[in-house]
């Protein structure tokens, strides 16, 4: 694609050469007085003097006469370059005389005018004594100008588009997740005036996200108060209370127990912009345990070892089992591997998955999915298998096996060396 300094650059040289083109076509055909002038003075200089064929004295008195009051040296000229007359120094012929008028510079001397004859001759003074070579000079002044033109016009539209390219990178930047994105306002033209109101934008935001954030981390904790209260009352009816009754309170309080629970940590990993992730540990030891707790769980692979989160791995794995346990049919398969630098788990079951349109929708915050296979659940744990994953500087991926089963990828990086075989 082509950048955009260029564009505006190109387009610039393209109107300064249409113009140059338009000023150099409409000279040519209308001509100008000054050429014309030129022409006459050339006449007018012949009527003055004798015949070519006269005397060089009389052409010489005739040349006197011509030049009186110039100061400056002048000389006449034949066809073929000889002297026939000259006023002071004789002049040599300009090698790049031509027909008309001629002005020559002589870098150690005066200029030197030569004005060429109808007949032939060529009057060369070291003065000026007519215009000379207009359309020459008006070529060569227009070319100069688009020149001169495109190379200064370089750096101002660079620094235009260097201006549009900083507010790009930082709407970039802000699309990306990265609240603090800001552009410098450079100057006081439409391009700072856009900088500054996408600052301004940007601060909003930043500060609505932080108040959102906040507002749902201590909505979350303040819940814990009533759910403690509710389960200790639960406690205190013993046997009063109806068993199905009770059991189904205990139910909703654990349900709910578990959604705060998710909301709260996937409000930390908002929140955190930089987890230290130093511990090393051996992610197929930590899923062994984690699948120990799940019936027809079925763990191989390799023990890389990988520097992270401990507690966020095993909610990781955990949440995985939990929706396989959920929404899938046993038994839950679960693969741990390494490719390159990544260690990646792999987890699949005996069920038909979600359909190839919800592979990217199933981790939205809850989302779930619609069938007979799907029970309770809080619509936050696949969310937070990804917010995870990318805390560690990978991702989480719904796809297609080989053999066509659905399965769920998650790539962790900074994988450093394997520690074992399978298991």
Known sequence: MLRLYLRFYLALLGSLVALGFAMAV????????????????????????????????VQEEALRRLATGLKGDATLLAPDGTVIAAIGPPQSLPVRARRGIAI??????????????????????????????????????L??????????????????????????????????????????VEGHDEVARLAASFNRAAQRIEELVG????????????????LTRIRLALDLLKESADPRVKAGLAADIAELDELVDEILLASRLDAVEHWRLEEDIDLLALAAEECARYDEVQLEGAAPRLQGDAR??????????????????PPTQVRIA?????????????????????????FTPFYRRSGPCVTS????????????????GGDAHCVTMADGRTAFLIELAAAVEAVGGSR
Do not use: C
Request: net charge positive.
């Open 26 to 57: 409409v000279w040519h055909l209308a001509g100008g007085p000054m050429e014309q002038a030129g022409v006459s003075m050339s006449r007018l200089i012949q009527n003055v003097l004798p015949p070519a064929d006269a005397p060089p004295a």
């Open 104 to 141: 020559f510079p002589r870098w150690q001397r005066e200029p030197v005018t030569a004005v060429r004859l109808a007949d032939g001759r060529v009057l060369v003074a070291s003065v000026p004594i007519a215009i000379g070579n207009i359309r020459e000079v008006f070529h060569l002044t």
């Open 143 to 184: 070319l100069i100008l688009v020149i001169a033109i495109g190379i200064a016009a370089y750096p101002l539209v660079r620094r235009l588009s260097r201006s549009v390219e900083r507010l790009q990178r930082g709407v970039d930047s802000l699309g990306a997740g990265d609240l603090k994105a800001r552009v410098p």
């Open 211 to 226: 108040a959102h954030r906040t507002l749902l981390a201590n909505a979350s904790h303040e819940l814990r108060t009533p």
């Open 312 to 329: 966020l791995l095993r909610r990781l794995l955990r949440n995985l089992l939990e929706n396989a346990r959920r929404h899938g049919m």
């Open 338 to 362: 390494r490719v390159g630098a990544t260690a990646t788990i792999t987890v699949w079951d005996a069920g038909p998955g979600p359909d190839a349109s919800e592979y990217e929708r199933v």
């Open 377 to 392: 659940g809080t619509g936050l744990g696949l969310s937070l298998v990804r917010q995870i994953a990318r805390t560690h």
